[in-house]
């Protein structure tokens, strides 16, 4: 029998609205609801924190973060998501530092760093890499910002090219040319209607491009990568 006192029974239904279901208000809630039920749970002032990031409040994000920290010195999860926030601000040497901690404290397995670095070293100079999960762009971030590999390579996740504040993060800190401005970003970068196979354009390229799989639309990081 569940307690509802208890935190743990707000952070798994906070799990199945944010991933399974994405519900990304109803998850965040869930998630602050078991900070107030357990105050003293890392494991959920992390996740209220990693869900504020992707809510764009991203100073409430850090303090959330640091109170896991602080409760448990050993968590190497935060560290992760405080580098990003960093990154976001622009402050790559205190981003290393929580790359190294993660690193550190076992949040990134030596083998994963490895395989990352080879994929690393194959990108032609001054090239954008694209990834999609955190295991394939956090390694890539620690090789670049904490032991200084490969810093001419991009490295672009396209998951995040869905959030406006991360395109706004590559055009001011990621040395690329974006060519969306500030008041195009909340307008322009949403889904778009595109049924069926078409033809599309772009710096005079040709080609015919589908909808993303399984959908009758460009998904907002298909608009951003166009």
Not at 1 to 20: C, M, N, T, Y
Not at 89 to 100: D, L
């Amino acid at each position: 029998k569940l307690r509802p006192e208890a935190a743990a029974p707000h952070l798994g239904l906070g799990h199945v609205l944010w991933e399974a279901e994405a519900n990304y208000p109803g998850g965040l809630a869930e998630y602050r609801q078991a900070v107030q039920l357990e105050n003293e749970n890392a494991e959920a002032s992390y996740f209220v924190g990693q869900a504020l990031i992707y809510d764009g409040k991203h100073e409430e994000a850090g303090a959330y973060l640091e109170q896991a920290l602080q409760l448990d010195p050993s968590y190497a999860a935060p560290h992760e998501k405080l580098a990003l926030i960093y990154m976001l601000q622009g402050h790559n040497e205190q981003a290393a530092q929580h790359w190294r901690e993660l690193k550190r404290k076992g949040g990134m397995s030596q083998a994963l760093v490895e395989f990352n670095q080879n994929l690393l070293l194959t990108v032609a100079e001054n090239g954008i890499l694209f990834t999609n999960g955190e295991a394939d762009t956090y390694p890539l971030w620690y090789l670049q910002m904490s032991e200084g590999l490969r810093r001419d390579v991009s490295v672009v996740n396209a998951g995040l090219l869905n959030f406006t504040w991360y395109v706004r993060m590559l055009r001011a800190h990621g040395g690329l040319d974006v060519r969306y401005k500030d008041e195009e970003l909340q307008e322009r970068l949403q889904e778009s209607a595109w049924p069926k196979p078409q033809p599309a354009e772009i710096a005079g390229l040709r080609w015919i491009l589908p909808p993303a799989p399984g959908q009758k639309s460009l998904r907002v990081q298909d608009v951003v990568t166009l």
